[in-house]
T-cell receptor
Framework: GENVEQHPSTLSVQEGDSAVIKCTYS??????FPWYKQELGKGPQLIID?????GEKKDQRIAVTLNKTAKHFSLHITETQPEDSAVYFC??????????????FGTGTQLKVEL | GAVVSQHPSRVICKSGTSVKIECRSL??????MFWYRQFPKQSLMLMAT?????????EQGVEKDKFLINHASLTLSTLTVTSAHPEDSSFYIC???????????FGPGTRLLVL
């Protein structure tokens, strides 16, 4: 099955700096890569996603890049703000034999944006 | 749009009792819903995939007789933890997949504490 590795596990940045979180996946058949932000005690919130036919996607201060050959994808947050502090999860999804799909999650990155 | 609700948000019960958690997609139809479990400071672990009108598909190691899933309509799935024990205490989160897409939106989670 799919295996997703995520680094770093914790990341501290100064307000206004950029933050980069990286993930690798094992199944070359995976074709959908979402990123979720989870605040303490809450459910994950989808912040951006990318499909395998696209190399990069940007939404304001957030961008995701995908390298299918190397099987890794990254989340980039620019001009970080204190409210960006949360746990971020990457995930990978592929089409299952017989239909359907499921997400395999990375281990999470605790991002702390310091004033 | 794409709002998923869960009820209750938290529940405390005695060992041996059963607890039902509801997951609703409020503004879209979800032919597929997913149930996850999350321990403190850990990633999300998929428990089962719930398809409307059919039996749920459970992940390896998840007891289907203990975690009963019903997906009776396109907007509602329920998870019943039967004969709950302290080791079942956890954060349970559902997600709903937008029809004909790969996108999953998560509910706010249910904190279960079994005494």
């Amino acid at each position: 099955g799919e295996n997703v590795e995520q680094h770093p596990s914790t990341l501290s940045v100064q307000e206004g700096d950029s933050a980069v979180i990286k993930c690798t996946y094992s199944d070359s058949a995976s074709n959908y890569f979402p990123w979720y932000k989870q605040e303490l005690g809450k459910g994950p919130q989808l912040i951006i996603d990318i499909r395998s036919n696209v190399g990069e996607k940007k939404d304001q201060r957030i961008a995701v890049t995908l390298n299918k050959t190397a099987k890794h994808f990254s989340l980039h947050i620019t001009e970080t703000q204190p409210e960006d502090s949360a746990v971020y999860f990457c995930a990978a999804s592929g089409i299952l034999t017989g239909g359907g799909n499921k997400l395999t999650f990375g281990t999470g990155t605790q991002l702390k944006v310091e004033l | 749009g794409a709002v998923v609700s869960q009820h209750p948000s938290r529940v405390i019960c005695k060992s041996g009792t059963s607890v039902k958690i509801e997951c609703r997609s409020l503004d879209f139809q979800a032919t597929t819903m997913f149930w996850y479990r999350q321990f403190p400071k850990q990633s999300l672990m998929l428990m089962a995939t719930s398809n409307e009108g059919s039996k749920a598909t459970y992940e390896q190691g998840v007891e289907k007789d203990k975690f009963l899933i019903n997906h009776a309509s396109l907007t509602l799935s329920t998870l019943t933890v039967t004969s709950a024990h302290p080791e079942d205490s956890s954060f349970y989160i559902c997600s709903a997949r937008v029809r004909a897409t790969l996108t999953q939106y998560f509910g706010p989670g249910t904190r279960l504490l079994v005494l």
